[in-house]
C-alpha cells in the first residue's frame, strides 16, 4: 500500500515526476530563451554598471600603488612616534620614481585631500631630494621642511595604505575619520550634503503628496465619467506625458519667472504690485511647482486603472445600507483604492527622488536635489567615486524605502492596472 | 394591526434620462406591507428603473413615491432605511463577512453586543453561521448571494428591494434560493420588491407580479391569475408558453366571440373585444387544448403532428392547427395511450373559455 502511495508510475512505467520533468523541461528551454536576452541587457546595462559604480566608490588604489615599498615598511609603525629610519627610506625610493614619472602632483592631490599642507612640500622635496645623500634619509628629510618632521603628515600618508575606502560615503553624509580614527561631523558650514538629502527626501514627500492630492479627484472623475467624456480626459491627463520633459520644463520656465505669465497674470488681476513679484522660480516652489505636474500622470494611472474595477453598485450599497455619502466613500470605496494609492505614491516618490532635469533648470539654488549634486560631481570636480558613493546611497534609500514599503502595506497590494 | 395597503405608492410616477423618451409612464403601483412584489419583464422595459428610484438612486422626473405615507422624492438613499440586494451582490471585498454585516449596523451607531446579536441573527437565517470571518472572495456564488441577502435584512428595514439577486447563480441553486428568499419572506414578513426577467422566478415566489412592457404595468395580478387570465396579448405571451390565433371578430354574443382565422373559425373568450370587425389575437394555453377530448368542447378542430419532442415527465407536440403550423401541445406522460405519432392527424379540443380573445398584437 504505502509503497504505491510513494511513487505513482505512468502507464509506461516511468516514475511520473520523471516523466513530467521530461515534458516541462522543452517548454522551460524555450521560455528561458524568450527571456535570455532581457536578462542579458539588464546584465550589461544594470547589474555591471552597478557593481563597477560599488568598485568605484570605494575604490582607493591610486596611493596604494604609489607607494608600495612606503606601506610594507609601515606596517610595523604603530603611528604614535615619527616613524623609523626605514619607512623614510622607502619613502624617498618610491617618491624618486614618481617624480621620474612625473606622477608626483596626482600623489601630492591625493594626500592633500587628507591632509592640507601638503602639496607644498610634496613639491619642495621633488626639488631638493635630486640632491640627497645615500644613507640617513630621515634626516635629510626633515630638513626640506619642517612639517616633515610632523606624525600628524605621517600619520596621513599610512591612512591612505589600505586599497579599499569608506571615505567617499562618509563625505556623503558629511562626516569623515578624523586623525585619531573616529568617525566626525565636518564643520557647521561644510554640511551641505545633509541638507540636500533632507530636501531631496522633503520635496519627494510634498511633491508626492501634492500629486496624490490632485489625482485622486481626477482619477475619480475619469473612471466614472461616461466613456465620451473621459476619453477627453484621459487625453488631457496624457498630453503632457507626450511632450518632451524638456519642453514641459522649459514651458514652466516661461510661465513662473519674474516676467513671466502666471506673475502678469498676478500682477493684472491686482494680487501683488508690479515692483514686487514674487520668485517663484529658481526656487523650491519652482520645483515644486514643475515636478508635480510632470508626475501627476504617474499617479492617476494606477489610481484610475484600480478605480475602473470598482463596481459603482458597491457605493451604493453602502448608502443603501445607511452609510453617508461620506462614510460610503470613506469605508468602502477609499479602502479599495489603496492598491492604486501605493503603487502611485511609490512610483512617484522613487521618480521624485532621483529626478534631475527639472529641478537643475527651475531649482535654482535652494530648489536642487541630490541628483544634481551628483551629476555635478561627475561633470564638474571629476570626483567620480565620490558620485557613484552618493548614487548607491541614492538606490539605497530608495530599496529602504521599498522595504518599508512593503512591511507596512505588502508589495502584493500594488496594482498598476 | 392592520395592514397598510400602500405602503409603498408610486403616484403617478414618470421617469426620463434624456428628456426625449420616458423609459417609465404614468406608473402608479401600490404595494401592501408585508408583500412580495415583484417586476417582471423584459430587459429595457423599466423595472430597474423603478426599483433606483424607489432605492433613492434614480429621482422621478414626475410623480413622487411615498414610503408608509410620507413622500421620498427628497430623501437621500441612506436615510430611506430600505435593503438591497444587488445583482452582483455587490458585497464589500476588503471586509469579513461580519464585518459586512455590521457595517449598516456600525452606520446606525449601535453598540457591539447588539451588533454580535444581530448579525448571528441573521447569519443564521441564512445557515452561514461560522462563516464571520471569511471574506467574500472565499465564498461560492450561493453563499455570497446568501450573506447580501442576510446584510438587506440585517437592519430590520421596513422595505427590501431585490435586483435580479439571483442572476448569476446555476439552474440548481437558483431554485434553492427561490425557496429559501421566499421562506426568509414569509418568516420575517418584510415588504420585498423584486426584480427579474425570468417569469417562473416571479411566480414561484410572488404574492403579486406586476408585469412591465415599454414602462408601463401591463398587469398588477397574483401569479395564478397572470397566468390562467392574461388580459393582454403581451402578458399571455411573456408569461408561459402561449398558442396564438390572429384573426378578426365576426360574431359576439353571450360572452362568446366567433373569430374568424385565415382557415375557419373559433370559439372565444371576448376579453378586450367588444363589438364585430375588430382585429384580435386569440391565445389558448397548451395544456387546456386536449388530443381526442373525452368530453364535449365547443371548439373541435383536426391537427397534423408535426413534431414530437420528448421532456421526461410531458411530451410536447408540435401541430398543425388551422394552418397554425406552430400549435403547442403538452400531453403528460401517463400511462394513457394516445396515438402520438408524427403525421398522424388527430382531434383537438378546447372551451371556448380557455380562448381568451385579446388585444391584436
Not at chain 1, 183 to 212: D, G, M, N, P, Y
Not at chain 1, 323 to 348: D, E, H
Request: charged share 25%; hydrophobic share 40%.
Amino acid at each position: 500500500m504505502s509503497s504505491e502511495t510513494q511513487k505513482i508510475l505512468t502507464t509506461d512505467g516511468i516514475p511520473l515526476e520523471e516523466s513530467l520533468k521530461k515534458a516541462e523541461k522543452k517548454n522551460k528551454i524555450k521560455a528561458f530563451l524568450l527571456v535570455a536576452p532581457l536578462l542579458l541587457y539588464l546584465l550589461i546595462t544594470y547589474i555591471f554598471p552597478i557593481g563597477d559604480m560599488f568598485l568605484r566608490s570605494i575604490d582607493d588604489k591610486m596611493v596604494t600603488t604609489m607607494l608600495p615599498k612606503t606601506f610594507k615598511a609601515m606596517e610595523k609603525w604603530d603611528g604614535k612616534e615619527l616613524p623609523e629610519e626605514e619607512v623614510f627610506e622607502a619613502f624617498y625610493l618610491d617618491y624618486r620614481i614618481l617624480v621620474k614619472e612625473k606622477s608626483f602632483g596626482k600623489l601630492a592631490t591625493q594626500l592633500n585631500y587628507e591632509k592640507n599642507g601638503f602639496k607644498s612640500i610634496l613639491k619642495k622635496l621633488a626639488r631638493k631630494q635630486k640632491k640627497f645623500e645615500e644613507g640617513n634619509y630621515k634626516e635629510q628629510i626633515m630638513k626640506v621642511h619642517k612639517r616633515w618632521a610632523n606624525v600628524e603628515y605621517w600619520r596621513a600618508i599610512k591612512r591612505r595604505a589600505p586599497e579599499y575606502t569608506y571615505s567617499k560615503y562618509l563625505k556623503g553624509v558629511d562626516m569623515y575619520e578624523n586623525e585619531e580614527g573616529k568617525i566626525v561631523q565636518v564643520e557647521e558650514s561644510r554640511r551641505v550634503h545633509k541638507k540636500l538629502w533632507l530636501r531631496t527626501l522633503e520635496i519627494a514627500f510634498f511633491v508626492t503628496l501634492l500629486c496624490f492630492l490632485m489625482a485622486y479627484p481626477i482619477a475619480h472623475l475619469l473612471a466614472t465619467l461616461p466613456m465620451k467624456y473621459s476619453n477627453l480626459l484621459m487625453i488631457c491627463v496624457l498630453l503632457p506625458f507626450w511632450t518632451s520633459l524638456l519642453v514641459r520644463t522649459a514651458s514652466w520656465m516661461i510661465l513662473l519667472q519674474q516676467q513671466g505669465i502666471v506673475n502678469d497674470f498676478f500682477v493684472w488681476i491686482g494680487l501683488v504690485a508690479d515692483d514686487n513679484r514674487p520668485e517663484m522660480m529658481y526656487n523650491k516652489t519652482g520645483t515644486y511647482v514643475a515636478m508635480t505636474q510632470i508626475l501627476l500622470p504617474f499617479m492617476v494611472l494606477p489610481l484610475y486603472s484600480v478605480m475602473k474595477t470598482i463596481s459603482p453598485s458597491l457605493m451604493r450599497a453602502g448608502k443603501s445600507l445607511g452609510g453617508t455619502p461620506f462614510v460610503a466613500f470613506w469605508k468602502v470605496y477609499f479602502p479599495l483604492t489603496i492598491p492604486g494609492i501605493g503603487a502611485g505614491c511609490l512610483l512617484v516618490f522613487i521618480l521624485a527622488i532621483g529626478y534631475y532635469i527639472t529641478p537643475a533648470l527651475v531649482g535654482g539654488a535652494s530648489g536642487t536635489l541630490i541628483s544634481n549634486q551628483i551629476a555635478f560631481h561627475m561633470k564638474s570636480t571629476l570626483d567620480w567615486s565620490f558620485a557613484s558613493a552618493m548614487g548607491l546611497m541614492l538606490l539605497v534609500g530608495v530599496l529602504a524605502i521599498y522595504w518599508v514599503y512593503n512591511k507596512l502595506v505588502g508589495i502584493d497590494n500594488i496594482k498598476l492596472g | 394591526m392592520s395592514k397598510n395597503n400602500e405602503f409603498v405608492k408610486f403616484d403617478k410616477v414618470d421617469k426620463s434620462y434624456d428628456g426625449k423618451l420616458l423609459v417609465v409612464k404614468d406608473l402608479n403601483l401600490d404595494i401592501a406591507e408585508g408583500e412580495f412584489i415583484t417586476m417582471l419583464g423584459p430587459s429595457g422595459s423599466g423595472k430597474t428603473t423603478c426599483l433606483m428610484m424607489l432605492a433613492g438612486f434614480e429621482t422621478p422626473t414626475n410623480g413622487e413615491i411615498y414610503l408608509d405615507g410620507n413622500p421620498i422624492s427628497n430623501i437621500p438613499p441612506h436615510k430611506r432605511g430600505i435593503g438591497m440586494v444587488f445583482q452582483n451582490y455587490a458585497l464589500f471585498p476588503h471586509m469579513t463577512v461580519y464585518e459586512n454585516l455590521a457595517f449598516p449596523l456600525k452606520v446606525r451607531k449601535m453598540l457591539k453586543d447588539e451588533i454580535d446579536k444581530k448579525v448571528d441573527k441573521a447569519l443564521s437565517m441564512v445557515s452561514l453561521t461560522g462563516f464571520e470571518n471569511r471574506m467574500p472572495g472565499q465564498l461560492s456564488g450561493g453563499q455570497q448571494q446568501r450573506v447580501a441577502v442576510a446584510r438587506a435584512l440585517v437592519f430590520d428595514p421596513a422595505v427590501v428591494l431585490m435586483d435580479e439577486p439571483l442572476g448569476a447563480l446555476d439552474k440548481n441553486l437558483r431554485e434553492s434560493m427561490q425557496y429559501e428568499i421566499k421562506h426568509i419572506h414569509e418568516s420575517i414578513g418584510v415588504t420585498v420588491v423584486y426584480v427579474t426577467h425570468d417569469q417562473s422566478e416571479a411566480l414561484t415566489m410572488s404574492n403579486r407580479i406586476a408585469v412591465f412592457n415599454d414602462g408601463k404595468v401591463q398587469q398588477l395580478s397574483s401569479p395564478d391569475k397572470l397566468y390562467e387570465e392574461p388580459v393582454n396579448s403581451f402578458v399571455a405571451e411573456f408569461i408561459g408558453e402561449n398558442n396564438r390565433f390572429d384573426g378578426e371578430v365576426l360574431d359576439i354574443s353571450n360572452g362568446v366571440c366567433k373569430v374568424k382565422i385565415g382557415a375557419g373559425e373559433i370559439l372565444a373568450n371576448p376579453i378586450s373585444v367588444k363589438s364585430k370587425g375588430e382585429k384580435t389575437t386569440v391565445s389558448i394555453r397548451p395544456e387546456r387544448a386536449l388530443i381526442n377530448p373525452k368530453d364535449k368542447m365547443d371548439n373541435s378542430h383536426k391537427g397534423k403532428i408535426e413534431e414530437v419532442i420528448y421532456h421526461g415527465d410531458h411530451t410536447r407536440v408540435r401541430i398543425n392547427l388551422l394552418n397554425n403550423s406552430e400549435f403547442i401541445l403538452k400531453v403528460p406522460n401517463s400511462s394513457q395511450n394516445l396515438d402520438i405519432k408524427l403525421g398522424n392527424e388527430i382531434d383537438i379540443g378546447w372551451n371556448s373559455v380557455d380562448a381568451r380573445a385579446l388585444d391584436p398584437k
